[in-house]
């Protein structure tokens, strides 16, 4: 069983950023964040590979920016520019290739 532990959640004013992290209890293949607006579906928003190969929601490219830290174990998703339509509960996800876990979901609200 992997856990995944976030912070870096918060309000924000719109064109402002924030930054989220993810800590992983292990080594994992496959790190990344979705998200997910009230009455909407969760949606992809980046993913890494442990080599750092990466993919972004098309919605988020040139904004955002995900990172990792291999030997902690360690997710990051620089967020800038930020608008309303990006809040949402943004929750880290883990595979291994085989099997896929979640955070507990960490809350990013963008407002005036």
């Known amino acids: 069983q992997v856990q995944l532990v976030e912070s870096g959640g918060g309000l924000v004013q719109p064109g402002g950023s924030l930054r989220l992290s993810c800590a992983a209890s292990?080594?994992?293949?496959?790190l990344g964040w979705y998200r997910q607006a009230p009455g909407k579906q969760r949606e992809l928003v980046a993913t890494?590979?442990?080599?750092?190969?990466?993919n972004y929601a098309d919605s988020v490219k040139g904004r955002y920016t995900i990172s990792r830290d291999n030997a902690k174990k360690t997710v990051y998703l620089q967020m800038n520019s930020l608008k309303p339509e990006d809040t949402a509960v943004y929750y880290c996800?883990?595979?291994?290739?085989?099997?896929?876990?979640w955070g507990q979901g960490t809350q990013v609200t963008v407002s005036s």
């Open positions: 890494i590979t442990i080599e750092g190969s990466t």
């Open positions: 996800y883990a595979s291994t290739g085989l099997a896929n876990y």
């Open positions: 292990t080594s994992i293949f496959r």
